[in-house]
């Protein structure tokens, strides 16, 4: 029985898109993963499924987990909740049913990268490809979201005209965008996210899916600022991390990417007091108190601040550079 369960799931990672599609379709594929609002199917962003990756160990396709919830497991896990079986059995036949079916109606998806390390290949690759944002729509797209950065990051690039791949394959375009590197705490790229923008700067670029990571994104971050200091702060979007910046340009930030990457931060050993800025909705909440509760564990000073928007970016555009910069050095005072 264990090697029957183990051999289907693995057969259903092999084909977790064409699965996700099937009995969570109300979500929407963005980079490696299908992202949903629960194992139902609720339209939302709360759940992620890995849909590409190696078939063992730290991002593995198949994979799961709900941010807003903490369950977490792999598709047959997740076809149980699905279908709410009441046995293994019932989840077992459901499984051979679903494999048994071509779906030949659902596009195949074709990766030019069949592993983790290609794709952390490829993100350097991207990165190193990419020039200085300064001057460039990037900054532009900045301006739009009330960023003002007082000196340049290093971990922010820019490109002209990144491949763009729609969700019709026989339809690629090239698209500018702005190139955030996420690195581990040795500062190597694991990764990129690349935030494509309208050609004139304005705004995203009318896509579905204007947010797209490349390589491995889990544990890491893009880091913003210096490495070395007594405080730093954590949060999930870039934006988000940057209006922080522009009100706080002496304290590093580091921006996770996503609600399910925030609790699974990699803290590094050299600050003594971490501040998790939190989005203000149920997945963020839950991921900032997940990863403050690791901090703890760990004998780390760690506090979460919460807007009254649902973010950080909105709070800036909300109340204004000025007031937000007296707010939040009131509270670095307290703390």
């Known amino acids: 029985m264990h090697d029957d369960i ?8 092999d084909r977790a898109e064409d699965f996700c599609r099937v009995y969570i379709g109300n979500g929407q594929r963005k980079g490696a993963y299908w992202v949903v609002g629960d194992v139902r199917g609720t339209p939302g962003r709360s759940l992620y499924v890995k849909i590409f990756g190696a078939q063992s160990g730290l991002g593995a396709r ?3 987990s ?4 903490g369950e977490h497991g792999d598709l047959l896990d997740l076809l149980a909740l699905n279908q709410a079986h009441h046995s ?27 592993n983790m390390e290609q794709r952390i290949t490829a993100a350097q690759r991207l990165f190193a490809a990419s020039v200085p944002y300064e001057g460039a729509l990037a900054q532009t797209y900045f301006a739009t979201r009330n960023i003002e950065l007082q000196e340049c ?7 002209a005209r990144c491949h763009l791949k729609l969700e019709d394959p026989s339809a690629p375009t090239r698209c500018p965008a702005v190139i955030a590197a996420v690195t581990d705490l040795t500062g190597t790229i694991t990764g990129v996210q690349r935030i494509y923008l309208a050609s004139d700067g304005s705004g995203k670029a009318p896509t579905h899916d204007p947010k797209r990571a490349l390589g491995l994104i889990h544990g890491h971050g893009v880091w913003l600022g210096s490495r070395r200091s007594e405080t730093i702060i954590v949060g999930e979007g870039l934006e988000t991390m940057l209006a ?9 930030c580091v921006a996770t990417l996503a609600a399910s990457h925030l ?9 003594t007091r971490l501040i998790i800025a939190a989005d203000h909705d149920e997945p963020g909440l839950r991921a900032a108190l997940k990863l403050l509760m690791r901090a703890h ?23 204004g550079a000025e007031a937000l910069r007296a707010r939040l050095t009131g509270w670095l005072a307290q703390s």
């Open 6 to 13: 183990t051999d289907l799931s693995a057969r259903l990672a």
């Open 62 to 64: 198949g994979r799961w």
């Open 66 to 69: 709900d941010a807003a919830t």
């Open 88 to 114: 293994m059995a019932q989840t077992l036949a459901e499984a051979r049913r679903f494999l048994s079916e071509t779906y030949s109606q659902f596009p195949k998806r074709c990766d030019t990268y069949r």
């Open 153 to 159: 990051e290093p971990s922010l690039r820019f490109h």
């Open 244 to 252: 922080l910046r522009t009100v706080l340009p002496t304290i590093p």
């Open 263 to 271: 609790p699974a931060f990699n803290l590094p050993t050299s600050f």
């Open 297 to 319: 564990a760990q004998n780390l000073s760690a506090t979460i601040w919460i807007p009254e928007t649902k973010d950080w970016n909105t709070e800036l555009a909300a109340v």
